[in-house]
């Protein structure tokens, strides 16, 4: 695939020995023009265009292409990201974001227009773990504007609490504190709101204050003041630790009208037929 090499680095490309790096830029925010992270596969930090990127442990699939256009999806690796990150992909936040590779070159990095692109495409289904942050970029350019992904399905389509949605996520969400006799698990908290038991089925809890701060964790059931996770805690939270518990919406018409009445803004289709049994 024909790349275009800026003339203040084409020198680089016929030298013996040349030091290029990889940065992966990621653009969170709709347009996807203003670049949210920055990183960089190397050993230390590098400042490209006067901005600072992070050096991270990189790996990244081969990019295959065909007469000038590329086919494949591509799949980047990160290591040793930090918890911040972590929480952001548990959260859903990089779904459909933007994601750009460029190769840069060790003694050129003070212009910021000199760099070649590798990759520019979006973020489909990124997952991580305690070691790898996966990032699957598709190639296909879906930026000129927003496209409605609304789909003919029974469930509703919209994500809650989104423009379409138009319900407020703090109306479905309260804050308390953590008591004695909570485990990595099962929180016991204090707080005069007292849920309805398994109303906050679906939803998550997140530490707002101590050791755990930021950590997310979905929640299995709720009974009385103490609320049990499906995954549990990397520690049993302090005495004291401020957390959010998240409500969240099941999707079908019947909770949207009876939970959140919201039934004027659901994006399903309850009637369509089920497929018929011969």
């Known amino acids: 695939m024909g790349r275009t090499v800026p003339v203040g680095i084409k020198p680089e490309l016929y030298r013996l020995y040349t030091k290029p ?31 600072l990127y992070t050096a991270l442990s990189a790996k990244r699939t081969s990019i295959k292409t065909e007469e000038g256009t590329v086919l494949n999806d591509l799949e ?30 060790d003694g050129f990095l003070t212009n910021s227009a000199n760099f070649i692109t590798l990759f520019d495409g979006y973020l489909d289904a990124p997952k991580g773990d305690d070691h790898w942050c996966t990032l699957t970029i598709k190639p296909f350019p879906l930026f000129d504007r927003e496209y409605p992904r609304r789909l003919f399905q029974v469930g509703c389509n919209w994500t809650f609490g989104s423009a379409e949605c138009t319900f407020d996520l703090n109306n479905a969400a309260f804050s308390g504190t953590i008591l004695a006799g909570t485990t990595a698990q099962v929180i016991v908290f204090d707080e005069i709101f ?47 630790s401020a957390f959010v518990a998240q409500r969240l919406c099941g999707k079908d018409q ?7 009445n919201n039934n004027l803004n659901f994006g399903g289709y309850p009637t369509v037929p089920k497929e018929p049994v011969l």
């Open 21 to 51: 790096l990889t940065i992966v830029e990621l653009y969170l925010v709709y347009p996807y023009t203003s670049i949210s992270h920055r990183y960089v596969a190397n050993n230390q930090n590098i400042t490209f265009g006067g901005s």
């Open 76 to 105: 980047v690796g990160l290591d040793n990201v930090d918890l911040e990150f972590q929480t952001l992909i548990a959260s859903g936040a990089f779904n459909r974001k933007r994601c750009v590779l460029k190769l840069v070159f």
């Open 194 to 240: 007292v849920p309805a038991d398994n109303s906050y089925i679906p939803g998550y809890v997140y530490f707002t204050s101590g050791a755990l701060i930021g950590q997310v964790r979905p929640i299995v059931s709720n009974t009385g003041k103490s609320i049990t996770m499906r995954i549990s805690f990397s520690d049993i939270p302090t005495i004291g």
């Open 254 to 260: 019947i909770n949207c009208q009876n939970d959140f």
